[in-house]
Nanobody, 122 residues
Framework: HVQLVESGGGSAQAGGSLRLSCSVS????????LAWFRQVPGKNREGVAT???????WYTDSVMGRFTISGDNAKNTLYLEMNSLKPEDTAMYYC?????????????????WGQGTQVTVS
């Protein structure tokens, strides 16, 4: 059974940076497509970035050039480096894992989810 635990959220000022981590247990991350989603109250969960088992990467337009997704196979951990943060990046951020890569990034395609970590930008 795959388990995901996010950390690294918190508060930042506009223009600042945060790095989110997602520790994965139960299976090696190299065999999964991994992604970061975010959600604000009253809105649908939005795909932010994804990385495939073959290191294909996709970003939603609003974070392109500011966010970087990466994985560390040795630590079995997924990261999201967030720079030049904007107030509109404020959301609960979730990591998720799926057995296959697909675009557009849809929450229904992902089988495993973390509990989320809050990011607040002011």
């Amino acid at each position: 059974h795959v388990q995901l635990v996010e950390s690294g959220g918190g508060s930042a000022q506009a223009g600042g940076s945060l790095r989110l981590s997602c520790s994965v247990s139960g299976h090696t991350i190299s065999r999964y497509c991994l992604a970061w989603f975010r959600q604000v109250p009253g809105k649908n969960r939005e795909g932010v970035a994804t990385i495939s088992a073959a290191d294909k990467i996709w970003y939603t337009d609003s974070v392109m050039g500011r966010f970087t997704i990466s994985g560390d196979n040795a630590k079995n951990t997924l990261y999201l480096e967030m720079n030049s943060l904007k107030p509109e990046d404020t959301a609960m951020y979730y990591c998720a894992a799926a057995r296959s890569w697909s675009l557009p990034l849809r929450p229904t395609e992902f089988e495993y989810w973390g509990q989320g970590t809050q990011v607040t930008v002011s």
